[in-house]
């Protein structure tokens, strides 16, 4: 199995930034895709970014020019969140997917192993 363990969350004003960070431990050879994901109050989770050898970095829309995914070679995660809004406030989660799957979308389902993840809080 494999184990993620997200860290960095908080409370920061608009416009300040965060950053999230995403320790992965045990099975981690079966780590090949890696993204954030998260869910605001009343509303479904959504992919925030990921980040594969084959595709690269990809960043959701609304995330585009301020948030930047980053990974370390021994699988250690980042998210740098700056020019944060009011509605990046949500929990924001850690995930791992396996070759040959996570590599066809940035759908929940093609990630199989989540963290518990950590709050993120943004006031204006």
């Known amino acids: 199995q494999v184990q993620l363990v997200e860290s960095g969350g908080g409370s920061a004003q608009a416009g300040g930034s965060l950053r999230l960070s995403c320790a992965a431990s045990?099975?981690?050879?079966?780590?090949?895709?890696m993204g954030w994901f998260r869910r605001a109050p009343g509303k479904e989770r959504e992919v925030v970014a990921t980040?594969?050898?084959?595709?690269?970095t990809r960043h959701a829309d609304s995330v585009k020019g301020r948030f930047t995914i980053s990974r370390n070679a021994d699988n250690t995660l980042y998210l740098q969140m700056d020019s944060l809004k009011p509605e990046d406030t949500a929990m924001y989660y850690c995930?791992?997917?396996?070759?040959?799957?996570?590599?066809?979308?940035?759908?929940?389902?093609?990630?199989?192993?989540w963290g518990q993840g950590t709050q993120v809080t943004v006031s204006s």
């Open positions: 995930a791992a997917g396996e070759p040959g799957i996570c590599t066809g979308g940035s759908e929940e389902w093609r990630y199989a192993y």
């Open positions: 045990g099975y981690t050879f079966r780590i090949y895709c």
């Open positions: 980040i594969d050898t084959t595709r690269g």
